[in-house]
């Protein structure tokens, strides 16, 4: 397909290639959508507004010019300063991205200044050009900051740098996306108000759209990193109207089906951190507006929960004989969902908790077969005979799958959407059922709570990542950890006295002290009393 190079949002002559249920398709203008949609069918559209998220500034501790592209958050709160992001070296989105030099090497803890903000390396996330970054500051200074002297992302296929005004659909509202949701590009206020004119409903989800390449293969794997959404009540009693009146959920952009997929359709804060492609279960959405994509994206991966492989590659086929365009100023796909039940080979669809797995990848209880292997959450071993929890994924690093090996109560803290998934499929009288669901039920309310790692006598120099202050040596320091594609990384410290800044929660005391099982009675004893303490003086 031929890249689209000018940042033109509705161009006239857009088009639109529809695949029905069954595979079948037709060439349309995109103008033209609301003719493929039904009296009583609900369209959800991202309304995230993109922010400025590439950010040019200097490595301090070598001098060295870098180019940060915010791509995470953990949550939609502005307070939260804590943010992923690919770092360059020196350059510009003029370079491909796969062209552009690694940063400087980093040490942790190194401050970086980007603009008129100053920031700190807090760790890595699995590859060197992937970091924690924590502003310092106050988040009105902060996000000030971001408006003044940040600029769109932007890829060198596009003719000239990108204004602000571009990357924002007409529907945005909060400015929490990294790059923009562009299957909304496609919309304006008269094609909502055709869809209204047709008996269509419209609603809106808002989710933290990530970027959509890092310039390395290895990390481009990895894509979507997790991506924080808010799904309003009104959405959920939209979708409930829907799905009374026999209507479909049409999701405008991959954005919005991993929000609904994740959520099941509840309301509420949550972060999508699933992959969806052929193998997953559709809960909630019935087709998806999408940009075009080449089978190399995760985008296109996505497409394949709604349709198989074949009709996909006929698609393909159309899309590059026809000169359609591609990327976020391209042209279009509405993709229906093939017919689900057992007279279609597939998984009836269904109401579940979080993501949906593939019949091939269910989690497992099992007692241990050995005893060698060690938990992933607390990294004790596991008893010859004892009950383990196996996570079961896709193997990031080639065919096939993996699986996760813990502690049952572990992988509650730190995995809890894969343990409720286990536990509602588990035949059978579970030991111990009620405390996994009630602790992994608190993981899942409270996003940060599977960071905890334990705590510890503070040993060297580290700053809290919530008040940024140092860490006394000698003081409780509670460990932090992020997750990411089956591998736990460090992300640094806080002092106990912020914990509940941090976790926003005051139910940080049973987590906290499993996972600090290697202290000695007495110190446990310590650090209960001084967990209890700064709660009670919360």
Request: hydrophobic share 40%; net charge neutral; with cysteine.
């Amino acid at each position: 397909m031929i890249a689209a190079r000018r940042p033109i949002q509705r161009r006239l002559d857009a088009r639109l290639l529809v695949i029905d249920e069954r595979g079948a398709m037709t060439e349309a203008a995109r103008s033209r959508l609301a003719d493929f949609l039904q009296r009583g069918d609900l369209v959800v559209a991202n309304d995230a507004a993109t922010l400025p998220a590439s950010l040019r500034g200097v490595h301090l501790a070598s001098g060295a010019a870098i180019e940060a592209r915010l791509a995470g958050r953990a949550s939609l709160a502005p307070r939260d300063l804590e943010f992923a992001a690919v770092v360059f070296g020196a350059g510009d989105w003029r370079t491909r991205t796969e062209d552009r030099p690694l940063p400087p090497p980093f040490a942790l803890g190194d401050r970086v200044a980007l603009g008129p903000l100053n920031a700190r390396i807090e760790g890595w996330l699995g590859h060197r050009r992937l970091v924690a970054l924590a502003f310092e500051g106050d988040p009105d200074s902060v996000w000030a900051g971001i408006a003044r002297h940040g600029r769109p992302v932007q890829y060198a296929y596009v003719d000239g740098p990108l204004a602000l005004w571009d990357v924002w659909a007409p529907i945005a509202a909060l400015p929490v996306a990294f790059e923009p949701p562009s299957a909304g590009f496609a919309l304006d206020w008269s094609v909502l108000q055709t869809l209204r004119a047709r008996g269509a409903e419209f609603a809106t989800i808002t989710l933290a759209a990530g970027i959509s390449s890092t310039g390395d293969a290895a990390l481009d794997a990895r894509l979507p990193f997790d991506e924080p959404y808010r799904i309003p009540p009104t959405t959920v009693a939209a979708i409930a109207r829907t799905r009374a009146r026999g209507g479909r959920i049409i999701a405008v952009g991959t954005t919005v089906v991993r929000a609904l997929e994740h959520s099941a359709g509840r309301a509420g804060d949550g972060v999508a951190d699933q992959r969806l492609g052929a193998g997953t279960r559709l809960c909630v959405c019935d087709a998806i507006l999408s940009g075009t994509h080449t089978p190399q994206e995760s985008h296109y991966q996505l497409l394949r929960a709604f349709q198989d492989d074949g009709v996909l590659a006929r698609a393909a086929t159309t899309l590059e004989n026809s000169g359609y365009l591609t990327h976020e100023f391209g042209d279009s796909v509405l993709v229906f969902a093939r017919p689900r039940g057992a007279d279609a080979g597939d998984f009836p669809r269904r109401r579940a908790f979080g993501p949906a797995y593939s019949r091939s990848m269910a989690h497992v209880f099992e007692p241990a077969a050995s005893g060698r292997s060690r938990c992933r959450g607390c990294g004790r071993a596991l008893a010859r005979g004892e009950i383990r929890f196996g996570e079961r994924l896709p193997n990031p690093y080639g065919e096939g799958e993996m699986t996760l090996w813990f502690h049952p109560l572990c992988a509650a803290y730190k995995r809890p959407e894969p343990m409720l998934e286990a536990l509602a499929q588990a035949h059978g009288d579970q030991p111990d059922r009620a405390a996994l669901e009630r602790a992994a039920q608190a993981s899942v309310a409270n996003a940060r709570l599977p960071r905890i790692d334990g705590a510890e006598r503070a040993k060297g120099q580290a700053n809290c990542r919530q008040c940024h202050e140092p860490i006394p040596r000698g003081d409780w320091r509670i460990r932090l950890v992020s997750y990411d594609e089956g591998q736990f990384s460090p992300l640094g410290f806080i002092h106990v006295s912020c914990a509940h800044l941090y976790f926003e929660t005051t139910a940080i005391v049973e987590p906290l002290m499993h996972f600090s099982a290697a202290l000695s009675d007495p110190e446990r004893e310590a650090l209960r009393a001084t967990i209890e303490r700064a709660m009670r003086s919360s």
